[in-house]
């Protein structure tokens, strides 16, 4: 007997090599012990759904894509920039404001002064954004913190909101975020520190899987990444990269010569770019939130990427600066109008792509057997219109890991 069975339904498994979507029209789909225990055409199903099931639902035609998979968020984090957002408004740019003390820094300091029960707290309430928009997997960085007590502080208060949300949490240390105030006479050390002290202690503790950077103008270059890139692997842990978003330092090709999980925003990546991460598996993760946000006029090469068969993935980068948003379905709108990405990209993006991003692909991202039985249940009649609709509220059931939540 499966545990739950999802009936009167069309699926979009998103399993390369099928029709667009994967689609699977009037199929269904049974969760055994939290897995996919079987998919399909309904009319193949081998008994009566309810002698097959202990609970069956129905789904009105309802269409069932795997759950949607947020892989780039700075969601913890204190405070807010509300008011940088006027000075933007008002002509200041990103890196002025950063280089006069504002940005990250600020963020930094709100983020020191918030005891972790506020800073789960306003996460929560972060979380459910995308929770109600069909999300089941969010990754979370630190590097809000800048020190190891606060970092420790940030990623502990990441894990405590996989509970209380009913989503898989995957954490990212970002201790190469922006060179802390105290440390503004002297970089090296601040790297050193994050390489030598930070990573070990924070990879001993379990408390991420993955390391990520800045490597921008107005971040850390590719020697100081390299640096911390090398005690990572040293530690176990994979890495990813923030790189050529608002200028191109060619972190996208140190970051594949790491083999890294992904490289992410890319605005400004070029042809060498593309081809290393080609070559090493890299997956491209879009942004377009920041994009909009910062009114960016590149465009990341998308049709390069495409055509060297680089794996696009799609998030939202919800954090205080650059892209204060909290709705997946916003983001697959914005990677098809500004990208050009087709919605069948956008939602392979949030999915399956989303889930080879994290290293999860084996687990996650596409309704097939034995993957988790993590599913978002829409009311629309195409699978475009997950894309289409600016935002809107087409959830209708969420499961995380065969239970509806
Ligand atoms: N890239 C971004 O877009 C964010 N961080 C990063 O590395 C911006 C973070 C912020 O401004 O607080
Ligand atoms: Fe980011």
């Known amino acids: 007997m499966f545990d739950t069975l999802w009936i009167d339904a069309n699926l979009a498994t998103m399993a390369p090599g099928?029709?667009?979507?994967?689609?699977?029209?009037?199929?269904?789909?049974?969760?055994?012990?939290?897995?996919?225990?079987?998919?399909?055409?309904?009319?193949?199903?081998?008994?009566?759904a309810d002698e097959?099931?202990?609970?069956?639902?129905r789904c009105d035609n309802a269409w069932i894509t795997p759950g949607l998979i947020e892989c780039h968020t700075h969601l913890v984090f204190g405070g807010n920039r509300a008011r940088e957002?006027?000075?933007?408004?008002?002509g200041a740019t990103y890196e002025q404001i950063a280089h006069a003390g504002g940005g990250i820094v600020s963020t930094v300091a709100a983020t020191r002064a918030a005891s972790k029960q506020d800073l789960i707290e306003s996460a929560l309430r972060r979380l459910?954004?995308?929770?109600?928009?069909?999300?089941?997997?969010?990754?979370?960085?630190?590097?809000?913190?800048?020190?190891?007590?606060?970092?420790?502080?940030?990623?502990?208060?990441?894990?405590?909101?996989?509970?209380?949300?009913?989503?898989?949490?995957?954490?990212?240390?970002?201790?190469?975020?922006?060179?802390?105030?105290?440390?503004?006479e002297d970089r090296a050390a601040y790297v050193q520190l994050v390489a030598d002290v930070m990573i070990p202690a924070i990879a001993a503790s379990g408390l991420a899987d993955a390391v990520d950077a800045f490597c921008e103008n107005i971040g850390f270059t590719t020697e100081e990444v390299d640096y911390v890139f090398s005690a990572a692997r040293a530690n176990g842990l994979a890495v990813k990269l923030h790189a050529e978003q608002l200028s191109n330092q060619h972190g996208a090709s140190l970051a594949a010569r790491y083999r890294a999980l992904s490289a992410d925003h890319l605005e400004y990546l070029d042809d060498a770019g593309v081809a290393a991460m080609a070559a090493a598996g890299t997956v491209?993760?879009?942004?377009?939130?920041?994009?909009?946000?910062?009114?960016?006029?590149?465009?990341?090469?998308?049709?390069?990427?495409?055509a060297a068969g680089v794996r696009m993935a799609v998030a939202g980068d919800?954090?205080?600066?650059?892209?204060?948003?909290?709705?997946?379905?916003?983001?697959?709108?914005m990677a098809c109008t500004l990208f050009r990405l087709t919605p069948e990209e956008a939602l392979a993006g949030a999915t399956r792509?989303?889930?080879?991003?994290?290293?999860?692909?084996?687990?996650?991202?596409?309704?097939?057997?034995?993957?988790?039985?993590?599913?978002?249940?829409w009311n629309v009649e195409s699978p475009?219109?997950?894309?289409?609709?600016?935002?809107?509220?087409?959830?209708?059931?969420?499961?995380?890991?065969?239970?509806?939540?």
């Open 52 to 57: 097959l099931a202990h609970e069956v639902r």
């Open 18 to 48: 099928r029709a667009p979507y994967g689609a699977i029209p009037r199929g269904a789909v049974a969760a055994k012990d939290g897995k996919i225990a079987w998919i399909g055409f309904a009319a193949d199903l081998p008994k009566p």
């Open 353 to 377: 792509e989303a889930a080879q991003a994290l290293g999860m692909g084996d687990e996650l991202g596409t309704l097939e057997l034995g993957k988790a039985a993590d599913l978002a249940i």
């Open 85 to 90: 957002f006027e000075m933007r408004l008002e």
């Open 384 to 405: 475009a219109e997950l894309s289409y609709w600016l935002g809107a509220p087409l959830l209708r059931e969420r499961v995380f890991a065969g239970r509806v939540v």
């Open 128 to 184: 459910a954004g995308l929770t109600r928009a069909g999300v089941t997997t969010v990754e979370i960085k630190s590097g809000y913190g800048l020190d190891l007590e606060t970092e420790i502080k940030m990623l502990e208060a990441a894990g405590a909101l996989a509970q209380p949300g009913a989503v898989r949490i995957k954490r990212t240390f970002l201790g190469l975020h922006a060179l802390p105030p105290e440390f503004k």
């Open 318 to 333: 919800c954090n205080p600066g650059t892209s204060p948003m909290t709705s997946p379905l916003m983001a697959l709108n």
């Open 284 to 306: 491209a993760v879009l942004l377009p939130g920041a994009f909009y946000f910062l009114r960016e006029k590149r465009l990341p090469p998308v049709e390069k990427l495409r």
